[in-house]
C-alpha cells in the first residue's frame, strides 16, 4: 500500500487548495478513504471520510461547507477541496485507509495559512 500526497503549501486566509493522494497496491475502489489533519502541538483529528463509492461523506462540524472531500477511482486518487481557508486550518494532512486490522497513511503534505 502506497500513498502519494500533493498540493500542499502556503496560501493567504480566505484562499483555496486541493490536496491530493494518490494511491496503489490495494484495491482503491473497494475501500473508504479519510483525510485527517495535526496541527503542531495537537492531536491528529478526523477531517473527512467517503465511502468506497463516493456516496457518503463525513466531515467535521468546523469544516463543514468549506471542505470537501472526494474520489476517482477510475484514477485512484483522493481529493480534499480546501475553500476559504482560515489560519487555524494549518497543519500537516494525512490521507488514511483502514484495511483489516491496519491503518495506511499518507506521507503528510503541510497547509500553512497566513498572510
Known amino acids: 500500500v502506497q500513498f502519494v500526497e500533493s498540493g500542499g503549501g502556503l496560501v493567504q486566509p480566505g484562499g483555496s487548495l486541493r490536496l491530493s493522494c494518490a494511491a496503489s497496491?490495494?484495491?482503491?475502489?473497494?475501500?473508504?478513504m479519510s483525510w485527517y489533519r495535526q496541527a503542531p502541538g495537537k492531536e491528529r483529528e478526523l477531517v473527512a471520510t467517503?465511502?468506497?463509492?463516493?456516496?457518503?461523506?463525513t466531515d467535521a462540524d468546523s469544516m463543514k461547507g468549506r471542505f470537501t472531500i472526494s474520489r476517482d477511482n477510475a484514477k485512484n486518487t483522493l481529493y480534499l477541496q480546501m475553500n476559504s481557508l482560515k489560519p487555524e486550518a494549518t497543519a500537516v494532512y494525512y490521507c488514511?485507509?483502514?484495511?483489516?486490522?491496519?491503518?495506511?497513511w499518507g506521507q503528510g503534505s503541510q497547509i500553512t495559512v497566513s498572510s
Open positions: 467517503i465511502t468506497s463509492a463516493g456516496g457518503s461523506t
Open positions: 488514511k485507509t483502514r484495511i483489516g486490522w491496519y491503518d495506511y
Open positions: 497496491g490495494f484495491p482503491f475502489r473497494t475501500y473508504a
